[in-house]
């Protein structure tokens, strides 16, 4: 991914030692779910909500691009965006739609803040909810694979 400046999104030292809050505009986004390596434990620790729904999230107005915040300021290694295109009377998504993937794609904007890294990307006018996945590199485990990883969902509609 590349950044506003036109520099490369590169893996960090450290990742943030939790997942980061999102926020987008005044809205915090809770987590969904993550995967993080917990040092002390030195294994990793899968927190998720199951009995979380789409009516459960907030749903903000958004134009041709979803802008959202991760306040923590260490850059991720990537963000995926898949799209959804309606949920069902259940509260879960269908209908995928072609997402967005910002490991490698210079589609997705990324400029590191004080405190935070604000990351732009395209979004489908026909999208009614998103999932952000956001994957940070553990180079003190010295691989490339597995990603400490964290899950967003909200709810959007056109402006």
Same mark, same amino acid.
């Given at each position: ?6 520099? $490369? ?8 030692? =939790? ?5 987008? #505009?005044?809205? #915090? ?13 030195? $294994?990793?620790?899968? %927190? ?10 907030? !749903? ?8 959202? %915040? ?23 998504? =269908? ?10 794609? !210079?589609i997705c904007? +990324? ?11 395209? +979004? %489908? ?5 998103? !999932?952000? $996945? ?19 969902? +909200?709810?959007?509609?056109s402006s």
């Amino acid at each position: 991914m590349a950044t506003s400046d036109g520099l $490369d999104l590169v893996a960090v030292d450290a990742p943030p030692a =939790e997942p980061p809050t999102m926020q987008l #505009a005044d809205v #915090a986004v809770t987590a969904l779910s993550s995967t993080w390596f917990d040092a002390d434990l030195r $294994d990793f620790v899968t %927190s998720r909500d199951e009995e979380i729904t789409a009516f459960d999230l907030p !749903t903000v107005a958004v134009r041709s691009r979803l802008p959202f %915040s991760l306040l923590d300021g260490s850059r991720p290694a990537g963000v995926s965006v898949r799209e959804f295109g309606s949920v069902d009377a259940d509260g879960i998504p =269908e209908d995928s739609l072609p997402g967005v993937d910002c490991f490698d794609d !210079t589609i997705c904007t +990324l400029v590191p803040q004080q405190g935070q890294v604000d990351i732009t990307v395209p +979004l %489908s006018s026909a999208a009614v909810f998103v !999932t952000i $996945d956001v994957f940070y590199d553990i180079p003190e485990l010295g691989l490339e694979q597995p990603y400490n990883l964290v899950s967003y969902g +909200l709810n959007v509609r056109s402006s």
